[in-house]
């Protein structure tokens, strides 16, 4: 009698939020909402999307990033501070 193994694959769950990252070459602080997939307490990875040809993103599409809360005009706000390496 033959053995089968059987293989499941499982898929982990994404979990979708916004975080905002700054534009660059701006005269002000400006800050771009932009839908992440959260990894960790502080850890993001941008999901791809359409990076408007006029704006100039801090950081890109795909890219790890560490955050930090920021009081924004929406009041706290996850805002992406740093590349993470990982």
Partial sequence: MQSHRTLRRYRRAVIE???YLRLL???T???RP????RLGATLYRILDQ???AEER???GPA???VTDLNQLAEGPTVVAI???SR
């Fill in 17 to 19: 939020s916004t975080i």
């Fill in 34 to 37: 932009v839908v992440a997939e």
């Fill in 63 to 65: 890219e790890l990033v």
């Fill in 29 to 31: 602080d400006v800050w």
């Fill in 25 to 27: 070459d701006e005269k």
């Fill in 82 to 84: 740093a590349r993470a």
């Fill in 57 to 59: 993103w801090e950081f």
């Fill in 50 to 52: 359409v990076v408007p």
